[in-house]
């Protein structure tokens, strides 16, 4: 494949500045600015960094019982080694669930 069409991905260490949306916006920019992924709005990018730090910090939450359920452990696993980003964003139903996150309190 040619390097012009390979698809750009990247991965952010998990760390305590990405549950900030400013820090989040910033990074975006940075990102964008830098060209390291594209296909996504600053608002994306911010929204996807943002809910990965967001599942990781509070997953502590999650009462005990449900934190065995596959589909959680799958979640908790998927975001504890970072964000992973790659060109054009994740599916829609991630992207929503990024969106909707993104509006939550953080705690």
Sequence with gaps: MNETMRRK??????AHELYSRSYCK???KEIAREDKIS?????????EIFAHAYVYYNFRFVPGF???????KSVYRSVSDGVDLEDNGDKLYRRIAYR?????PAF
């Design 39 to 47: 296909g996504m709005t600053l608002s994306q990018l911010s929204c």
């Design 66 to 72: 449900l934190r065995g359920v596959k589909l959680f």
């Design 100 to 104: 909707l996150i993104w509006i939550l």
């Design 9 to 14: 991905t990247m991965n952010i260490p998990m």
């Design 26 to 28: 910033e990074l975006a």
